[in-house]
């Protein structure tokens, strides 16, 4: 599963901490941390999870309804890892 953590900086800016985790181990397997909350936060944080694990086919993966797990891109690198996407009720 995924989110998004808000990390709150000196003088009213964030950093966003995207992170993994693998609800078996209850471990965290992938993260990103970065300036902005593109896609690219979480696709980075998936990869990384890929990564750790050695491969992700046939994993489901849950998350909130963030544009970020909503994007084409998004599901497009899902595809490519064999990731079956989970999403809670609005």
């Keep these: ?16 901490l995207a992170t ?13 941390i970065a300036d902005h909350m ?3 936060l979480v696709a980075d944080a998936l990869r ?3 990564s750790t ?3 992700l ?3 489901v993966f849950h998350s909130d309804h963030g544009a970020q797990y909503v994007s084409r891109a998004f599901a497009g690198l899902c595809d490519q890892l064999g990731v079956t996407r989970s999403m809670g009720e609005v």
């Design 1 to 16: 599963m995924g989110d998004i953590t808000y990390l709150p900086l000196a003088g009213g800016e964030f950093l966003y």
């Design 20 to 32: 993994v985790l693998d609800c078996f181990s209850r471990k965290v397997v992938g993260w990103s």
């Design 38 to 40: 593109r896609t690219g």
């Design 48 to 50: 990384m999870a890929a």
């Design 53 to 55: 694990r050695g491969r």
């Design 57 to 59: 086919d046939g994993a």
